[in-house]
């Protein structure tokens, strides 16, 4: 690899760096060409790509970026993820694929600020999918009741009439 091959990859890294949501560092070391892909495609339906990088490179374009507190974790035969849409679900991806492939291991975690020693801590968490939809369910919980309470009124009442005319039918 020669220099300007260098700085562009030092270049489009940090550019992904700045743009992302989360990182998840991992170390890829005994795992065969096909299980990355594997992998690598696991991810990709996440909005995340999955790919092997230099580390010295990497260390280079993390300096000033957001993931920086992840610099110590770039040692041996590193594989990152770098997550677009939502890290959690990411790390969920991360994790299944841990399991999947025994040599595959989770190092840490970056999402919104905050660095994640666990990557299995990082995946019990909801996803922004979840949240939203709690968010909603409490939202649209209360009015739900508050209006079942003003329909039961009506109802009783009727239930009360119609068992009249039934009594008075016989």
Do not use: C, W
């Not at 560092?25 to 065969?32: A, D, I, N, Q, S």
């Not at 092997?52 to 490179?57: D, E, I, P, Y």
């Not at 309470?149 to 009727?158: E, Y």
Request: positive net charge; charged residues 30%; hydrophobic residues 45%.
């Amino acid at each position: 690899m020669n220099k300007a091959e260098k700085t562009a990859e030092i270049s489009d890294l940090r550019d992904k760096f700045l743009k992302a949501s989360g990182l998840i560092v991992t170390e890829y070391r005994g795992l065969t060409v096909a299980q990355i892909q594997t992998v690598r495609n696991e991810f990709r339906k996440e909005k995340a790509e999955f790919r092997v990088v230099k580390n010295t490179l990497a260390l280079r374009a993390l300096a000033d970026t957001p993931l920086e507190g992840m610099k110590a974790e770039f040692d041996g035969p590193i594989a990152i993820a770098i997550t677009f849409g939502d890290p959690i679900a990411a790390a969920k991806v991360a994790v299944k694929s841990a399991k999947d492939h025994n040599k595959l291991v989770l190092k840490k975690g970056f999402s919104d600020g905050a660095v994640f020693e666990s990557i299995e801590t990082m995946s019990s968490m909801p996803t922004k999918d979840e949240i939203r939809a709690q968010i909603i369910g409490l939202m649209t919980a209360a009015p739900q009741k508050f209006l079942g309470v003003l329909n039961a009124v009506p109802q009783k009442l009727l239930g009360v009439f119609l068992a009249r005319e039934d009594q008075l039918k016989e």
